[in-house]
């Protein structure tokens, strides 16, 4: 089995602070790590990997340093990473960046036919999620967002079963392979992997192409211009009003609370169970 | 059994690297092993990285090294508790490329950058990676354990370069347990300030730098030190001495820093500062008599691990670049011969003895102790000095011969005449 | 594109099991203000198998429209179908702004659509408005950058599309005498077709209180400062019984589990009282609790922007000024022998 995961390269929010006063992003620390989410979308294709055999590529857009990231990978025991980079792909949304991989899948999988694709549940510098079920249309086969585990792989069937986190509860899916799953941070631990596997990581040279390396590319659906969404203005949200600053020392103000909250009667009441 | 390397070194920091770098333009096989996020992640120092150690390995590193400012003046205070008497040198020779002399360094980019041209050169770097033991067989070091899984992995030399504490050289038997005299607690913490703020506060443009000493009140009058220097946008200021006298005085490490921040003389210059990180180390301080055995079979020690620092100078980084860098030549001699025995990887410590770095330790192997035992120089002296400066430089009629010898007068009075000559003779020989 | 072609608001309606979402009376709501300032219709679009008798529910909560395609294979949702009919629809009808609620299901149908349509779509917004002037939809969401929203515009592409957060926008109330117009279309889809199966729906009965249901939270922040420090919230949540959550950082610090997360990348919240405790009111935070109907702020900083949507604000140490509530509460209770509880 052959399974492409999806890897983004991200701004680590854990180090990266907000200064709440001026609004700004503080950005002198703030290292670039894989994506969470995406980790574990690499966990859980070696993991598969281990299970029925096969190989595991990543692939991912970005900087020329996000082979970082790929490298990352190979930690984590990917066997083959591409990086797609260049001026082109840049100031891609969501559609155009789904374009892009989808381009860059189809070539991966002249060089070796693809069973599934993994991608995160979503990057954790924009929050979207809107990436992965995006390149499964663009490649026509099955999406199957929210995955929490892969329980099946029928390899003679070409089939899995999965299973899917809902708003409440999970259900249970079958899928035809090829397909694309999302998958949640619950479906595996990410492991701290073996010297080997860092040692293979630190040799490992990722394969970069360019827009040139790849086929059949429509260069209108690319970067910028690609991309039907534009920002059009920041604001800071309205302030609501009314709020009260309750005054004076630590007693007092917790006193006064007591006092506003024993008011407002229609929320809060005390009952005599005795 | 997994793959063998020529070479494996054991943390990357300055002596790590240097001696990775070394090793891999010679074309050996060298697997640079940290334990951090990233060479750097945790590593600290006051921050003035020296140029000419450093050019020997990297020629015109400069023009592309993460530096903060080459330093341009370097100023040394003899600090009282509402006065300072201050004395130093400011070049702006220093502030020209081939001139340079020295530079304030973040190490947490510096360190990232420095094993990054050990990369460049054929090593492997892996991070996050800690080393837990040596293997030992045969009364040989044959390679190292790490904490992950199938963690073995094997060379013809291991390079220990893990610092201060170095756990491994313990391990072996190199060295014993310190004794608080041996080492030096130091805090810091780096201090984001505007640029501006800083040209303007310590008479710098862009790019230049200063560096200040500070003895006496800042560490209250015990044996030790305090700095503050420029970077950028931010400054490093800190405060160490030795853990014996932090035991003896009962002195907490954050409230000395918190002191110094606060002193009149200090507070000035940091004002409306955000800290930024807080930091603590040790720095090994028994200088010539604390230096263990450095090389054994298929191992060597080097920085801060041989504890090789120079502390009255604060040199630290520069020797411990220079010690990977003669282990790394003594390594690819011994990789033709073909023989990593302790005689044959003893080259190592000859070169050592033969260069400054045990010829400087040599000169002050009885600084520290002296002035260790003689609390004076820190606790009488400067005070002292600060008043005869206050006497001298009060303009109230008095002729300038007679406050000579009032001055003089007071010093002897207040310690004697035959003390005074004891202790200036007794420095004069501790750093002759 | 003729972009003038494209006319209305469209909601998608989320069913599940003959039940429609909250989160899509919540966008009857929303569109319906939209379709105002457009001056075009609004229609909810239902997909499902039996679905019908659910029609007449979207117009009662605000709905001009009904399109409906009810039919065997959509019985459960899946990409693939729902996809097809969804589109099949847009294609037809060319609507000009399309909604979908910010939930699983949602945002995977929707982020399909968007790419077959080839148009712009604008994940968990939580403010929508339209600039008349060139007739376009603003659909904003907060910023990673600060305390900032940013308005995402569509500007060459129809229709234009957003995900909006659960619980943010309000429905309207119901009026059983509107009436509209059901529009019922068909699909061309056979079983035999999917590559997906639904084998088996698990519902989640399990969950002890959960936070969207709770009346009371105490929310704690990264100024509890550790672990042990945060038990103090569970202590103030018992003698007052209410649940405790907490802010990313304090479940990417892990004190808390992944799903007591409240915010933007977590649950939205709407309890009668919100404690805000030790946590700064970043934007991505408060988007998930300031329709709460009373927040309380504890928080050393004066300057904190957690004040700025606090109905009640306390200045002080959150270690000093916890150990005073919990012991006025238990007093209360041990007082006057009750228990408290939330109308
Ligand atoms: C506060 C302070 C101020 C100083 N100021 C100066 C100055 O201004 N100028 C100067 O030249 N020197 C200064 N020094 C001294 C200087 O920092 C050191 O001498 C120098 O860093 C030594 O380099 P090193 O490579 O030997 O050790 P380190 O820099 O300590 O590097 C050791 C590396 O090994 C890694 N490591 C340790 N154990 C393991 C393990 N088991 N497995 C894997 N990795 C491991 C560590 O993570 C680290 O990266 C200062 C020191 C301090 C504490
Ligand atoms: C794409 C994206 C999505 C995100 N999604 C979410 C989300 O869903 N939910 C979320 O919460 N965040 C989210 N965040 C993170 C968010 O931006 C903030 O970083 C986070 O909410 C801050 O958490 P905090 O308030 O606990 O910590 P901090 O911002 O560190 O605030 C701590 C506060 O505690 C106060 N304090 C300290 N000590 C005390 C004391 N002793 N007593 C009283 N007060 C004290 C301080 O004054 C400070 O205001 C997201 C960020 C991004 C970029
Ligand atoms: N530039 C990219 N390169 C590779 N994968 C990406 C990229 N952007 C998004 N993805 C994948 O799509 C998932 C969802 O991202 P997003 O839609 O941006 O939240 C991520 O977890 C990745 O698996």
């Keep these: 089995m052959h399974i492409v995961v999806c890897v983004k390269q991200v701004p680590d929010t854990k180090i990266i602070k907000i200064n709440p006063k001026t609004n700004t992003l503080d950005r002198r620390s703030a290292p670039a790590i894989l994506n969470p989410y995406d980790a574990h979308a690499v966990q859980e294709a070696v993991r598969l990997k281990k299970l029925v055999g096969g190989t595991v590529s990543v692939v991912s857009m970005g900087p020329p340093q996000a082979t970082a990231i790929i490298k990352k990978s190979v930690e984590i025991g990917a066997d083959e990473g591409y990086l797609i980079s260049d001026r082109a792909f840049a100031g891609a949304d969501t559609l155009a960046t789904s374009y892009a991989l989808s381009k860059a899948l189809e070539r991966i999988a002249k060089i ?98 360019t827009v040139a390396d790849l086929e059949n590319v429509d260069k209108v659906q690319l970067g910028l211009k690609g991309s039907p969404t534009i920002v059009g203005k920041m604001f800071s949200p309205p302030k609501p009003e009314g709020g009260i600053r309750l005054e004076g020392t630590a007693n007092e103000q917790v006193n006064k609370l007591m006092d506003l909250l024993m008011e407002k009667k229609e929320l809060f009441t005390l009952q005599t169970t005795k | 059994m997994s793959e063998k390397f020529d070479v494996i070194v054991v943390g990357a920091g300055p002596a790590g690297s240097a001696c990775a770098l070394t090793c891999a333009q010679s074309g050996l096989k060298v697997l640079l092993i940290e334990r951090g996020e990233y060479p750097g992640s945790k ?110 992995i094997y060379a013809d030399v291991v390079v220990l370069a893990d610092g201060v504490n170095s756990l491994l050289g313990k391990q072996l038997g190199f060295h014993k347990e310190f004794r608080p005299d041996e080492v030096a607690l130091t805090v810091m913490e780096v201090i984001n300030l505007p640029k501006e703020k800083i040209n303007d506060r310590f008479n710098l443009s862009d790019n230049q730098g200063c560096t200040i000493e500070i003895f006496g009140d800042s560490t209250k009058g015990n044996l030790g030190t305090a700095f503050l220097y420029t970077n950028k946008d931010s400054l490093n200021i800190g405060v160490g001495t030795t853990l014996s006298s932090m035991i003896k005085a009962k002195l907490k490490p954050y409230d000395l820093l918190d002191y110094l921040k606060n002193h009149p003389m200090v507070k000035p210059l940091i004002e409306g500062g955000e800290s930024a990180e807080y930091l603590a180390h040790l720095i ?16 060597v020690l080097i920085g801060d691990a041989a504890q090789l620092v120079n502390a009255i100078h604060r040199e630290g980084s520069n020797m411990a670049m220079s010690s990977g860098k003669m282990a790394a030549e003594t390594i690819i001699e011994a990789k033709h011969r073909n023989d990593f025995s302790e005689s044959s990887l003893n080259l190592y410590r000859e070169k050592l003895y033969d260069s400054f770095i045990m010829k400087d330790l040599e000169k002050y192997k009885d600084a520290a102790h002296t002035f260790e035992k003689y609390p004076q120089y820190f606790n009488e002296y400067v005070p002292m000095m600060n008043k005869a400066m206050s006497k001298f430089f009060t303009v109230d009629g008095t002729p300038k011969r007679d406050k000579q010898k009032e001055i003089m007068k007071s010093i002897t009075k207040e310690r004697g005449v035959i003390n005074v000559a004891k ?4 420095a004069w020989k501790a750093v002759k | 594109m003729n972009l003038s072609e494209y006319q209305g608001v469209w909601v998608f309606i989320e069913q599940n099991e003959g039940e429609i979402e909250g989160v899509s009376l919540e966008l009857l ?45 959509l019985k459960d949702y899946r990409t693939e179908s729902y996809m097809k009919g969804v589109i099949e629809l847009a294609e037809k009808y060319k609507p000009e702004i399309f909604l979908y609620g910010a939930t699983p299901n949602g945002k995977d149908l929707a982020s399909a659509v968007a790419t077959d349509l080839s148009t712009g779509l604008t994940a968990d917004t939580t403010m929508l408005d339209i600039d008349l002037e060139n007739r376009l939809f603003e659909a904003s969401r907060p910023a990673f950058g600060g305390n900032i929203m940013a308005t995402i515009l569509c500007k060459k592409h129809r229709p234009q599309m957003a995900t909006v957060r659960p619980k943010v926008m309000k429905a309207l109330e119901v009026d059983h005498t509107r009436i509209g117009k059901i529009i019922e279309e068909t699909i061309s889809l056979k079983e035999e077709d999917m590559r997906t199966k639904v084998i088996q729906i698990v519902k989640d009965v399990s969950k002890k209180a959960n936070l969207a249901d709770a009346h009371v939270i105490i929310c704690g922040g990264k100024g509890m400062g550790d672990l042990q420090n945060f038990q103090l919230l569970y202590s103030l949540a018992d003698s007052i019984g209410a649940s405790v959550g907490g802010t990313r950082d304090v479940v990417e610090a892990g004190w808390l589990p992944h799903h007591l997360q409240i915010g933007q990348t977590g649950e939205t919240v709407t309890p009668k009282i919100y404690f805000a405790v030790g946590l700064s009111g970043a934007i991505q935070h408060t988007v998930g609790m300031k329709n709460s109907e009373i927040i309380i702020a504890i928080n050393k900083d004066p300057n904190a922007p957690i004040f700025d949507v606090a109905t009640y604000g306390i200045v002080g140490d959150a270690m000093e000024i916890l150990p005073k509530l919990i012991e006025q509460f238990n007093e209360l209770k041990n007082h006057t022998g009750g228990e408290l509880s939330y109308v």
């Design chain 1, 112 to 209: 070796k036919p693809i069973d599934m694709v993994i991608c995160g549940k979503h990057a954790i510098d924009g929050d979207t999620g809107q990436v992965g079920p995006g390149i499964a249309r663009r490649l026509d086969i099955p999406p199957v967002t929210n995955v929490i585990e892969v329980t099946e792989v029928i390899e003679k069937d070409k089939k899995v079963v999965i299973k899917r986190k809902l708003t409440s509860g999970y259900e249970i899916i079958q899928a035809q392979l090829p397909c694309l799953l999302t998958v949640e941070k619950e479906i595996n631990e990410v492991e701290y992997s073996p010297l080997p596997n860092m040692i293979r990581a630190a040799k490992y040279e990722s394969i970069i192409w």
């Design chain 2, 43 to 152: 590593n600290v120092m006051g921050g003035v990285l020296y140029r000419k150690q450093m050019e020997e390995l990297i020629p015109e590193f400069w023009k592309e090294a993460p530096l903060e400012r080459p330093v341009i003046e370097q100023r040394f205070w003899m600090m009282d508790k509402e006065s300072v008497v201050s004395f130093g040198y400011k070049g702006l020779e220093w502030a020209e490329e081939n001139n340079y002399n020295n530079f304030t360094v973040l190490r947490a980019q510096f360190d990232q950058w420095f094993a990054s041209k050990a990369v460049q050169a054929g090593a492997l770097l892996i991070n996050e990676t800690v080393v837990l033991e040596c293997i030992v067989e045969n009364g040989k070091v044959v390679g190292v354990r790490t904490d992950r899984p199938d963690g073995d």
């Design chain 2, 284 to 299: 090994p301080e028994g200088g010539y008599r604390s230096v263990p055995k450095v090389a054994g079979n298929g191992v």
């Design chain 2, 423 to 426: 202790d200036m003779y007794r």
């Design chain 3, 29 to 73: 709501g929303a569109g319906r203000t939209l379709a105002d300032k457009l001056e075009v219709p609004l229609a909810g679009v239902l997909l499902g198998d039996g679905v019908r008798s659910l029609a007449n529910q979207v117009v009662y909560y605000g709905a001009d429209e009904v399109y409906i395609i009810d039919h065997p294979v």
